[in-house]
């Protein structure tokens, strides 16, 4: 049996940072841990646990980017009102990087940066 786990954030304020999913999104804490000597904040998001992780004792790393890249690309999250979510995540100091025109479905789609350059898709789907 195969089943998905979790999707893993790294930044500098793991508390800060699952603070923020809380307040925007509504996430909720699920448990708080070490992971090799790293502070891991583990949410719930729309029924998709998130760890996020604090650099472990001597960690250096670089900088994350939320700019279109090979590998983990984004993260997305769905909503029946978008406006008002972007207008939100704008005041809680999220960045709009890109907000393409509707597709011919009518879904729509706007991409963020989050805390610790994470990249989000807000999308409005299509009416079904």
């Not at 500098?12 to 000597?37: H, M, N, S």
């Not at 509707?102 to 706007?110: D, E, K, L, N, R």
């Not at 898709?121 to 299509?126: S, T, W, Y």
Request: glycine share 8%; proline share 9%.
């Amino acid at each position: 049996m195969l089943k998905f786990n979790h999707v893993h954030i790294k930044g500098p304020d793991p508390k800060k940072t699952a603070q923020w999913y809380i307040d925007v999104f509504g996430a909720r804490t699920i448990e708080e841990f070490l992971i090799r000597g790293a502070p891991t904040i583990a949410i719930d998001l729309c029924g998709v646990r998130i760890n996020i992780t604090g650099l472990a004792p001597g960690q250096k790393l670089p900088s994350g980017s939320a700019k279109p890249h090979l590998g983990l690309e984004h993260i997305c999250v769905e909503t029946d009102d978008l406006e008002p979510l972007v207008a939100k995540l704008k005041a809680r100091g999220a960045e709009v990087l890109d907000a393409p025109p509707p597709a011919a479905s009518g879904a729509q789609a706007v991409f963020i940066r989050a805390p610790d350059n994470v990249r989000i898709e807000v999308l409005k789907p299509a009416r079904r």
